[in-house]
């Protein structure tokens, strides 16, 4: 698995638009916190049970992306999920797969705040919010 920053996953999803660039955060973070434009949302979890099926995901991401061979880019809050996320996409036989350091909102800051260190919306990518 390849691990790009934020601005690097916005070039790949440039220069190959065929990239399946999925949000593994649970559909009501993903809606309300915000999210690339573009996106789809796969959870890796999802409320109330609040723990991962990594056969469940990899069956779904495969569904959407047609193909394991397909690139797949992976994003969540931190950078976190992202990791068990992708693990399980290439012990499920995907071949390209890479996820977002420090996700959507980055790493907490010393006032317990995310976006101010690093992330998407820090770096100012595009996103957008229900």
Known sequence: ????????????MQQRPETLFVDV??????????????VE???W?????????????AAAVERE??????????????GKRTLDAGRALVAAGFTDVA?????????LDEQFKR???NGWRHDGLPWEQM
């Open 1 to 12: 698995m390849k691990n790009l920053l934020p601005r690097e996953a916005w070039d790949q």
């Open 25 to 38: 955060r649970m559909e009501i973070e993903s809606l309300y916190v915000g999210r690339p434009p573009g």
């Open 41 to 43: 949302n796969i959870p």
């Open 45 to 57: 979890y999802e409320y109330p049970d609040l723990m991962p099926d990594p056969g469940r995901f």
């Open 65 to 78: 992306a047609g193909s394991r061979e397909r690139p797949i880019l992976l994003i969540c809050r931190s």
């Open 99 to 107: 996820h977002v350091v420090h996700g959507f909102e980055g790493d």
């Open 115 to 117: 976006s101010t260190l």
